[in-house]
């Protein structure tokens, strides 16, 4: 089993910057895809970012290419989440995702096994 805990949201005005974290522990996650997806309120989860079990490959949602970049250090059991040019958009609770089947990698929610309780994330205007 493994835990998974986010950390970095806040408010923060539109324009600027946040880097959210998500530190593994338990079970390792060296071999599983990890993704980030966030809620808005009144909204349904939506896919952000994802990255393969070894950094090579990454994925976004088309409104925060260029913007966001995923990382993961597997040494250190986290996935970062850095996101530049923060919109209102962009607000909603931020949840951290281990997929459920080894090297495997998709956009979709019900392939992800473990989840965070999720950092919130508020942008404002």
């Known amino acids: 089993q493994v835990q998974l805990v986010e950390s970095g949201g806040g408010l923060v005005q539109a324009g600027d910057s946040l880097r959210l974290s998500c530190v593994a522990s338990?079970?390792?996650?060296?071999?599983?895809?990890m993704g980030w997806f966030r809620q808005a309120p009144g909204k349904e989860r939506e896919f952000v970012a994802a990255?393969?079990?070894?950094?090579?490959?990454?994925e976004y949602r088309d409104s925060v290419k260029g913007r966001f970049t995923v990382s993961r250090d597997n040494a250190k059991k986290t996935m970062y989440l850095e996101m530049n040019s923060l919109n209102v958009e962009d607000t909603g609770v931020y949840y951290c995702?281990?997929?459920?089947?080894?090297?495997?990698?998709?956009?979709?929610?019900?392939?992800?096994?473990?989840w965070g309780q999720g950092t919130e994330v508020t942008v404002s205007s």
């Open positions: 995702a281990g997929h459920k089947y080894s090297y495997r990698m998709s956009p979709t929610a019900a392939d992800f096994g473990s």
């Open positions: 338990g079970r390792s996650l060296s071999v599983y895809s």
């Open positions: 990255i393969s079990y070894n950094g090579g490959r990454t």
